[in-house]
């Protein structure tokens, strides 16, 4: 008898398992996917973008063309989940003319930035318009010029990581000192934080 009710035990606790086994009453939830490590937010949760390139800018001083090099520096704030948004510059650059004349040109300004904001590459395009200040040193001394002036353009930024993007952007600079126009092509590369 002692036999009997250890087998017969046994098989009512191995029933047990098996049957527990079958049970397909569990409940799985999903984990959320990760969000992609190559892509911009496009959410409220990132609406400020933040760069420094290298700049380079080939500058018509009227019959003749000076090389500048330097630094343009952006800010930007995305209007809620849209293409669009608002934007600030400032571009400063150092060059020389010929050996004795040093030149600086400094362009800060505020505008209109449309562009997309998802995928590997994101490309985009801006008008600004500001304030200009020239300034020349020459042998005979200083000039310094105040004016106005309007960059349009535009470029691509490629994304690396989340929150960081290379950006390539090419800009037509114009500007007017002392009641005549001056053009500008520029050209840049540098990095961008989207926070």
């Not at 800060?108 to 998802?118: F, L, M, N």
């Not at 929150?163 to 990095?191: E, M, P, V």
């Amino acid at each position: 008898m002692r036999k009997f009710i250890v087998l017969s035990t046994a098989m009512l606790c191995f029933a047990g398992a098996a049957a527990a086994q079958n049970d397909t009453t569990v409940n799985v939830v999903a984990e959320p996917a990760p969000a992609a490590a190559g892509k911009m937010h496009t959410s409220n949760d990132y609406p400020w973008q933040v760069g420094a390139n290298f700049a380079y800018q080939r500058f018509d001083i009227g019959g003749s063309n000076s090389n500048l090099y330097g630094i343009h520096t952006t800010a930007s704030r995305w209007l809620g989940d849209s293409m669009f948004g608002i934007e600030g510059d400032v571009t400063t650059t150092f060059g020389r003319l010929i050996p004795t004349r040093r030149e600086q040109q400094v362009f800060y300004g505020g505008g209109v930035h449309i562009g997309a904001r998802s995928g590997k590459i994101q490309p985009w395009a801006h008008v600004v318009a500001g304030g200009a200040h020239e300034r020349f040193n020459q042998g005979g001394g200083i000039s310094a010029f105040n004016g106005f002036g309007v960059m349009a353009g535009g470029g691509a930024d490629i994304q690396w990581r989340s929150h960081i993007a290379f950006r390539f952007q090419a800009d037509f600079l114009t500007t007017r000192y002392n009641g005549i126009w001056q053009k500008s092509i520029s050209t840049g590369a540098g990095i961008l934080f989207d926070f």
